[in-house]
């Protein structure tokens, strides 16, 4: 077979596997960015979850769909923008709309509160984002899945908050990584550098903790230092 044939016959496989009801659905509700669990996939496609596993299966076979594996959790989640795009079209294509993912997290966990010893919430996520597109954060090559290094720009900018990296990667841990965030379904920031960040906010009273609860509060303070050291504004 020659690489034209070869092109057309992996574009209809990734076509047929796009086509079946049940795995349009799954990815239509991936479209959002955000990551899900095979039951909670199984419930949208309306198929049992041994079902589901094997949709999944053929999705990440076809390279349409990954898989991400959190402590005994395995969430699944679109394989990049170009199956994005390409769900898009379709979307346009046929005229299509979709409801928007509404998480049913209690409002004061979900905005910010700690995962461990980091942030988490809409909150970590957001500066999760944030680091990623001020270029301090970066995938760490040749690493483990999901991890991060901090660059040099990065490691000048922490610096300038008052984060040591180079002690934070001393530190017999896992240095930065995306852990996934259980509210959001997207990552924030864990590892030392985000244990560090947390201590930071924590010290300087940019949030404080909520009685017997994970969450936390962000101050005034904290969010005109925020908005005036990182251009987050929460």
């Not at 349409?64 to 990049?80: E, I, M, N």
């Not at 040591?164 to 990584?177: E, H, I, K, T």
Request: glycine share 8%.
């Amino acid at each position: 077979m020659d690489v034209a044939r070869r092109a057309d016959a992996h574009a209809a496989r990734a076509a047929a596997a796009i086509g079946e009801p049940a795995r349009a659905s799954m990815l239509y509700c991936l479209l959002d960015g955000r990551a899900r669990t095979s039951t909670e996939l199984a419930l949208v496609a309306g198929v049992s979850p041994s079902t589901a596993s094997a949709h999944l299966h053929r999705l990440e076979a076809e390279h349409l769909a990954r898989v991400h594996v959190q402590g005994k959790h395995r969430y699944y989640s679109l394989r990049g923008p170009d199956v994005a795009d390409v769900l898009e079209a379709l979307s346009v294509l046929t005229g299509a709309a979709r409801g928007a993912f509404v998480p049913n997290t209690p409002l004061h966990l979900r905005t910010a509160r700690t995962c461990y010893d980091h942030l988490a919430g809409a909150l970590g996520v957001a500066l999760n984002d944030r680091l990623t597109e001020l270029g301090w954060i970066a995938p760490a090559d040749g690493a483990r899945a999901g991890s991060y290094d901090v660059t040099p720009t990065g490691a000048a900018g922490l610096a300038s908050l008052g984060v040591d990296v180079a002690a934070a990667r001393a530190l017999r841990r896992r240095f930065a990584f995306a852990c996934l965030d259980w509210s959001e379904r997207r990552a924030h920031l864990g590892g030392a550098v985000g244990a560090a960040l947390l201590r930071l906010a924590l010290g300087r009273k940019w949030v404080v903790r909520q009685r017997d609860s994970r969450a936390v509060t962000v101050t005034p303070l904290g969010r005109r230092h925020l908005h005036r050291e990182l251009g987050l504004r929460i």
